[in-house]
């Protein structure tokens, strides 16, 4: 059986995409064409906390329609607290960074991300800016 290959985005990501920002555009048609578009369900949370009436947030649901979503699991939890306590106040990582990471690094994805800087406090984690 293949291996899935997936792009897993972070939302900064996801967010220049929505913006329609000629750049992420490129990397996701060229990122969908050979692999499943994959993004945690943080990242949906934060993307619907930005909508401010129905409309944004139906077109904001809409366009995940072909994004796998990564659900949280509870090793996730219990692994982003422990990376939250270590590195928050030393290196400024964000609660919800700590998750997307989490599910990242249990599915042995790369993030895609414009804030590696968030991401380089955690060891084994891989990270790439894609544009």
């Known amino acids: 059986m293949a291996t899935e290959t997936r792009t897993f985005v972070d939302t900064d990501v996801l967010i220049d995409i929505a913006r329609k920002n000629l750049r992420a555009l490129d990397f996701w048609r060229r990122a969908e064409g050979r692999s499943t578009m994959t993004c ?4 949906v ?5 930005g909508c401010r009436n129905l409309r944004e947030q139906r077109a904001t649901l809409g366009s995940f329609a072909t994004v796998e979503i990564v659900q949280v699991e509870s090793g996730d939890s219990i692994q982003a607290l422990q990376w ?14 700590c998750f997307v990471a989490a ?8 993030v895609h ?10 060891r084994d984690l891989k990270t790439m800016r894609p544009y």
């Open 40 to 43: 945690s369900v943080i990242s």
């Open 113 to 122: 991300t414009i804030n590696t800087k968030h991401f380089r406090a955690i």
């Open 84 to 97: 939250y306590r270590s590195y928050h106040l030393s290196r400024g990582i964000g609660f919800l960074d």
């Open 45 to 49: 949370f934060e993307l619907l906390a």
């Open 103 to 110: 599910a990242a690094r249990r599915l042995d994805c790369q």
